[in-house]
């Protein structure tokens, strides 16, 4: 059911900033919101309260957001709290850009090494990157693993790409058990 929700309410924003022609600015206000909504429990909390009535979740949210976001985002909020959808909140952001990711073809790689990549390592990486996928830019996220020995492993959505000293040697050790045990 939430799955269904933020599909909805992430659908119609996306269509709402095609409308007006202003998808690059609802998509950079739905992130920044996105962040205050995941790193801010004590906000979430109380806009899922059931004890805290709606007209207070909504006096609340004017108070927080009146005058640092556009009205149509706090429009957009103002539906989702009259609808008592507020606990998507997150996920309803996380859909929408998430689509508009694929509409504008921007790719997101989580890249995981076994030591920090130099500044030219991480953008031969990228053009690689964009090189072999559909995709025309990049969001790209860099984390260390010293565990992967050396090598480096790419996830992009679904698909990963494990190169990694640690999953070769894991997969050498299988090779030589299944031919001891032969």
Known sequence: MAKLIAKVY??????????????????????????????????MNALTH?????????SMMENIFSGRISDEMMGFLSVVVEKGR???????????????????KIGRAFVTTAVPLREEQREAVKAKLLETTPYVEFEMEYAVDPELIGGMTIR?????????VKTQLYEL??????????
């Open 86 to 104: 507020q606990k998507e909140i997150p996920a309803i952001f996380a859909y929408f850009t998430e689509a508009v990711r694929e509409y504008k």
């Open 173 to 182: 050790k299988k090779q030589l058990l299944a031919v001891r045990l032969a």
């Open 10 to 43: 992430g659908d119609a924003l996306f269509e709402a900033a095609m409308d007006r022609q202003d998808l690059d600015a609802v998509y950079e206000e739905a992130r920044v919101l996105d962040a205050i909504f995941r790193d801010n429990q004590e906000l």
């Open 156 to 164: 992009i959505g679904d698909r990963v790409v494990d190169s990694s």
């Open 50 to 58: 059931p004890r805290i009535m709606k007209e207070e979740k909504l």
